[in-house]
T-cell receptor, first 112, second 113 residues
Framework: ELKVEQNPLFLSMQEGKNYTIYCNYS?????LYWYRQDPGKSLESLFV?????AVKQEGRLMASLDTKARLSTLHITAAVHDLSATYFC????????????FGSGTKLNVKP | DGGITQSPKYLFRKEGQNVTLSCEQN?????MYWYRQDPGQGLRLIYY???????QKGDIAEGYSVSREKKESFPLTVTSAQKNPTAFYLC????????????FGSGTRLTVV
């Protein structure tokens, strides 16, 4: 059974601090996606990572992909309150990239 | 503006009833998907369709049915056989190959009363 594990599941941090969210997966894949979800809302696409070593940055968020380690990271730099949300990673297996498998999500709370 | 429209936003179902959730997209995407999200959990795939008149079961298809008669539309029916239907349902679409990932609709929150 394919597994996508995120950690931590909950993260409470002060504004201005740095932190990293980890996404491990159990299948062969070189397609990894990060999404943001605000409470009661839909998912918004943040990053699309399509190859080993891919790195994408947008504002205070940076995502990377290591397909050999089956690991993606979402790094938060100098967090601000507006980043408070739940962050999901999703993996598309190489043998069927039509099906995305989602992690359980990391609920981030940035305290002012 | 292009996007995905889900309706209704909130839906209440009585025990034993079938209900249908609507999903329409005007992005000209080939593939469409239905996911279920339970509180504090990730998304689980119910059904997906890559072309008109064809669809495949996801990991939790039991108690659900779909149709894909038009490229723009992918309705989901929650049947009375689904014993625990209360959840947040998300529809998504993508271009063939999913190189840009999914575009999600705003979701339907279904509650059994």
């Amino acid at each position: 059974e394919l597994k996508v594990e995120q950690n931590p599941l909950f993260l409470s941090m002060q504004e201005g601090k740095n932190y990293t969210i980890y996404c491990n997966y159990s299948t062969t894949s070189d397609r990894l996606y990060w999404y943001r979800q605000d409470p009661g809302k839909s998912l918004e696409s943040l990053f699309v990572l399509l190859s080993n070593g891919a790195v994408k940055q947008e504002g205070r968020l940076m995502a990377s992909l290591d397909t050999k380690a089956r690991l993606s990271t979402l790094h938060i730099t100098a967090a601000v309150h507006d980043l408070s949300a739940t962050y999901f990673c999703a993996v598309a297996p190489r043998d069927n990239f039509n099906k995305f498998y989602f992690g359980s999500g990391t609920k981030l709370n940035v305290k002012p | 503006d292009g996007g995905i429209t889900q309706s209704p936003k909130y839906l209440f179902r009585k025990e034993g009833q079938n209900v249908t959730l609507s999903c329409e997209q005007n992005l000209n995407h080939d593939a469409m998907y239905w996911y279920r999200q339970d509180p504090g959990q990730g998304l689980r795939l119910i059904y997906y369709s890559q072309i008109v008149n064809d669809f495949q079961k996801g990991d939790i298809a039991e108690g659900y049915s779909v149709s894909r008669e038009k490229k723009e539309s992918f309705p989901l029916t929650v049947t009375s056989a689904q014993k625990n239907p209360t959840a947040f349902y998300l529809c998504a679409s993508s271009i063939a190959g999913q190189i840009y990932g999914y575009t999600f609709g705003s979701g339907t929150r279904l509650t059994v009363v």
